[in-house]
């Protein structure tokens, strides 16, 4: 099975959820975490578990040759990020940190004189704790297009998804690119939201783009004792969901997330149980 933790508004407990999910499923299964947060990767730091790097994640960006080079500007001309600045009779500037490696420029170039380079954008790791392996990807600070480093660590999640039962995918906040990278391939999306005015907002975004996706949607809500959990049970019913566990405000798992220890609570057991139930083995 391939489950995506997710949800549109940021700080709601996705990384807190999906790593205690994680844990309860991995006591007769055999399974797999996918943190795919590469602007902010944080699974393993909830599992108090070490990182190995397994790989650099690169891009692709032009190299000029300047010999070759006619100062023409058509390069500065096509590039929609403006990572080409031409000044008049002066050779084009190159800011890397704009590009996003659409190779327009070399296309462009009337000369020949734009080849392929590449730059580092991210890393890949893995990590373990107790029955739970864990895949990630991490952005080099002041990088874009965290959607590639997505995309790559997905890689090495779909080389190893066949050694295990569950596959728990935990995405960034939001509906961006690198969500929605994370989010295509699963069988199922469980969005965690909180009942409120911004949570309810940013659930409506994030079940559309499910809907989109044609992923099936359900929805966990967290901290549900501080607000309003109408909120949410109107967004759900507008979407044809349903509210599978509730997780209230609690001291509990307040400790356990700040000693990094995977939460307990009846909520997540809660969902544990159903999910363990689609596949006919619960």
């Not at 010999?67 to 009779?89: L, Y």
């Not at 469980?190 to 783009?209: F, R, S, Y």
Request: neutral net charge; proline residues 4%.
């Amino acid at each position: 099975m391939r489950i995506a933790i997710t949800g549109g508004k940021g700080g709601t407990g996705k990384s807190t959820i999906a790593t205690s999910l994680a844990s309860y499923i991995s006591k007769d299964r055999r399974v797999l975490l996918f943190d795919a947060d590469v602007d902010c990767p944080n699974d393993h730091i909830i599992l108090s578990s070490k990182r190995k790097n397994i790989g650099t994640v690169t891009h692709m960006v032009p190299k000029w040759d300047m010999s070759k080079c006619t100062r023409c500007g058509r390069c500065s001309e096509v590039c929609k990020m403006n990572a080409v600045v031409q000044v008049r009779e002066r050779n084009p500037i190159f800011i890397a940190d704009q590009c996003n490696g659409c190779g327009a420029c070399m296309i462009a170039c009337p000369s020949g004189a734009i080849s392929k380079s590449k730059k580092d954008i991210g890393h890949i790791y893995t990590s373990n704790n107790g029955n739970v392996d864990m895949i990630g990807g991490d952005m080099i600070p002041g990088q874009m297009l965290s959607e590639f480093v997505v995309s790559a660590a997905k890689k090495e999640v779909e080389e190893k998804s066949s050694d295990y039962d569950v596959v728990i995918t935990d995405t960034a906040a939001g509906t961006h690119c690198d969500v929605i990278s994370a989010l295509i391939g699963n069988e199922m999306a469980i969005a965690v939201t909180e009942p409120t005015q911004l949570g309810a907002h940013d659930l409506k975004l994030v079940m559309k783009l499910l809907k989109v996706l044609g992923i099936p949607a359900k929805i966990v809500l967290n901290r549900s004792d501080i607000g309003d959990p109408g909120l949410i049970e109107d967004v759900a019913k507008r979407y044809g969901s349903e509210i599978i566990a509730s997780i209230p405000y609690s001291k509990s798992v307040i400790d356990s997330y700040s000693k990094g220890k995977p939460v307990r609570d009846s909520g997540i057991e809660n969902m544990a149980s159903y999910i363990s139930g689609l596949d006919g083995n619960g």
